[in-house]
C-alpha cells in the first residue's frame, strides 16, 4: 500500500466502516481516482437519474468527475439500493437528487450512516427541485424544460458552492446549456400552440407537467402509481373518460404493461403512440434535447 493510498484511506474511512460488516466486494465503479490525495482530485457528483446526469454533465465540464447512480436499463421506480451503491453515495462530494419523494431510498442512506456521521455531512445534496411549483406530489419535473433550467440551476449553484475554483467553469457551462434549453422550450411552445387536438390520455401520469407549462390536458392517466396495477374501476373511468371527451390517442411507455393498452386500443378503437419519460438510458450531453425532441415528434404525429 503506497503512502498516497492511506492518505486517501483516512479521508474515506467514515464511509468505508459503514459498509465494513458487508461482504468487501471489489469496487467494479472505476474509481481508482480515491487513491489520489482529495485536494488535487476532482469534485465527485454523483446523480440519481439519466435526466440529471445528463445536465450535470452539461455543467461539469470536464472540471468535475460525474456517475450516474442508476445503471442505464433500471429506472427510479424500480431501483433498489445495494451496499456497493451505498458506498458510492458516501463516497461522492455532491449527490444530485430529483426530489419530490422519487428518491425514497435515501432516508435509508443517511439512517444507516448515522452513527458515522462524517461521511453523510461532507455531502453536499442538491435536491434540484427547489423552486419549482410541484403538481400532486408527482415526480416527473425533468418532463417539462421549464423545470429543466430550474434544476440546472440548482445544480450549477450547488457545485459552485462544494467547487468554487472551478466557478468560472460552471457559470459559463450553465448559461450555455439553459440558453439550449430555453431554445427546446420555445420549439414546444410553438408547436404545440399550432395544434387543434389538446388532450391525451397517458400510462403512467409522466407527462403532467409538460401538459401543464405547453398548454395539453392530460385528460386520463391508465396507472397512477408506478408499480401498481390499476383497479377495474379505474380502467372503467379511464374509459369513460375517453368515450365522453373523443380522445382517439393513447400514450405508451416503453416500461407499460403492453396488455392494458392493447385491450383499451382493441375496444375503443385507438392509436397508440409511445413516449419516453427518460426514466432508462445511457445519456450524454445532449441526450436530454434529444430525447424531449423525439417525445415532441411523437405527441405532434397523435394530435396535430
Ligand atoms: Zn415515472
Known amino acids: 500500500m503506497t503512502f498516497k493510498r492511506l492518505i486517501s484511506l483516512t479521508v474515506v474511512v467514515a464511509s468505508l466502516a459503514l459498509w465494513s460488516c458487508q461482504k468487501n466486494e471489489p469496487d467494479s465503479s472505476g474509481k481508482a481516482d480515491i487513491s ?4 488535487s482530485d476532482k469534485l465527485r457528483v454523483l446523480t440519481t437519474t439519466a435526466p440529471l446526469y445528463s445536465f450535470t454533465l452539461n455543467i461539469a465540464g470536464d472540471a468535475a468527475h460525474v456517475e450516474n447512480l442508476l445503471p442505464s436499463g433500471t429506472g427510479p421506480h424500480d431501483f ?6 451505498a458506498k458510492k453515495v458516501t463516497d461522492a462530494h455532491v449527490l ?11 432516508d435509508k442512506v443517511i439512517d444507516s450512516a448515522g452513527a ?9 445534496i442538491v435536491d434540484t ?5 410541484t403538481m400532486n406530489r408527482d415526480p416527473h419535473i425533468w418532463l417539462s424544460p421549464l423545470n429543466a433550467i430550474i434544476q440546472v440551476r440548482n445544480i450549477s449553484d450547488a457545485l459552485i458552492k462544494a467547487d468554487p475554483r472551478n ?7 450553465a448559461e450555455a446549456y439553459i440558453i439550449r434549453l430555453n431554445n427546446l422550450d420555445r420549439e414546444i411552445s410553438d408547436e404545440i400552440k399550432t395544434w387543434s387536438k389538446k388532450k391525451f390520455v397517458a400510462f403512467h401520469s409522466a407527462f403532467g407537467y ?16 408506478p408499480e401498481t396495477e390499476p383497479s377495474p374501476r379505474h380502467i372503467a373511468s379511464v374509459i369513460k373518460t375517453i368515450r365522453s371527451k373523443g380522445i382517439k390517442s393513447i400514450f405508451t ?24 419519460t427518460l426514466e432508462k438510458g445511457e445519456p450524454g450531453s445532449e441526450w436530454y434535447e434529444e430525447r424531449m425532441r423525439a417525445n415532441l415528434a411523437v405527441f405532434k404525429e397523435a394530435l396535430k
Open 96 to 106: 444530485v437528487i430529483n426530489g419530490v419523494g422519487l428518491e425514497s431510498w435515501l
Open 36 to 39: 489520489r490525495p482529495l485536494a
Open 116 to 124: 458515522q456521521k462524517s461521511a453523510v455531512e461532507m455531502l453536499v
Open 210 to 225: 409538460f401538459a401543464r407549462d405547453y398548454g395539453l390536458h392530460q385528460a386520463a392517466v391508465i396507472q397512477e402509481t
Open 253 to 276: 411507455e416503453t416500461r407499460a404493461s403492453h396488455k392494458i393498452i392493447s385491450s383499451l386500443a382493441n375496444d375503443l378503437g385507438l392509436k397508440v403512440y409511445s413516449l419516453d
Open 167 to 173: 466557478r468560472d467553469i460552471y457559470a459559463a457551462n
Open 80 to 85: 433498489s439500493l445495494s451496499p456497493l451503491d
Open 129 to 133: 427541485s427547489n423552486g419549482i411549483g
